[in-house]
Nanobody, 124 residues
Framework: QVQLVESGGGLVQAGDSLRLSCAASGRTLTSYAMGWFRQAPGKERDFVSAINWSGTMTDYADSVKGRFTISRDNAKGTVYLQMNSLKPEDTAVYYC?????????????????WGQGTQVTVSS
């Protein structure tokens, strides 16, 4: 079992930055590829970014490329999502997830464990 806890969300203005953190406990984080997803009210949960177990491979949704950066510190058991140049359309609950996949995974059904989410609200 892996327990994931997200933090770092909040209310910011357009153009601001936030860094989300996902702290993992339980089994070692190096066994898992990790991902970030987001869900706005009334919408499906969408892929944002993913990273393989070693941090050497990453993937991003087109809507966040060039603005968001995913990284991980396996020694600390933590995955990060640095979000720059935030836009109102980035407003959502952001979820961290762990996958047994070897490469970065973009589909929700490829993830085995999920956190409870952290709210990000970007005002215009």
């Amino acid at each position: 079992q892996v327990q994931l806890v997200e933090s770092g969300g909040g209310l910011v203005q357009a153009g601001d930055s936030l860094r989300l953190s996902c702290a993992a406990s339980g089994r070692t984080l190096t066994s898992y590829a990790m991902g970030w997803f987001r869900q706005a009210p009334g919408k499906e949960r969408d892929f944002v970014s993913a990273i393989n177990w070693s941090g050497t491979m990453t993937d991003y949704a087109d809507s966040v490329k060039g603005r968001f950066t995913i990284s991980r510190d396996n020694a600390k058991g933590t995955v990060y999502l640095q979000m720059n140049s935030l836009k109102p359309e980035d407003t959502a609950v952001y979820y961290c997830a762990a996958s047994r996949g070897i490469t970065p995974q973009i589909k929700t059904y490829n993830y085995d464990y999920w956190g409870q989410g952290t709210q990000v609200t970007v005002s215009s």
